[in-house]
């Protein structure tokens, strides 16, 4: 079992930064990929950007390539994004989520996740 627990989140101007935090704890935290997903009121879940532990590869959406960055902490218990130049477009509740898979594709489909955290608010104004 994993535990998934977001921070970080809050309102910001666009064009400013933003980091959030997903600090994860439970079984074999160093086999488990972890993604970051967001979702706007009235809209679908979608794919923001992931990382592959094993093979420390970074997965990242068309709309936020060269914006955010997917990173973690050396002991593996704890993963970020940065947000950087932050349109109001991004705005949404943010969420990671943690899977044993792995793949191009993988990653980024939400089916492949089998555990989430309870996400954190993220508001960019215009």
């Known amino acids: 079992q994993v535990q998934l627990v977001e921070s970080g989140g809050g309102l910001v101007q666009e064009g400013g930064s933003l980091k959030l935090s997903c600090a994860a704890s439970?079984?074999?935290?160093?086999?488990?990929?972890m993604g970051w997903f967001h979702q706007a009121p009235g809209k679908d879940r979608d794919f923001v950007e992931a990382?592959?532990?094993?093979?420390?590869?970074?997965y990242t959406a068309d709309r936020v390539k060269g914006r955010f960055t997917i990173s973690r902490a050396n002991a593996k218990t704890t993963v970020y994004l940065q947000m950087n130049s932050l349109k109001p477009e991004d705005t949404a509740v943010y969420y990671c989520?943690?899977?044993?898979?792995?793949?191009?594709?993988?990653?980024?489909?939400?089916?492949?996740?089998?555990?989430w955290g309870q996400g954190t608010q993220v508001t960019v104004s215009s």
């Open positions: 989520a943690a899977t044993s898979g792995g793949g191009p594709f993988y990653y980024r489909a939400i089916t492949s996740y089998s555990y």
């Open positions: 990382i592959n532990w094993t093979g420390v590869k970074n």
């Open positions: 439970g079984r074999t935290i160093s086999s488990v990929g």
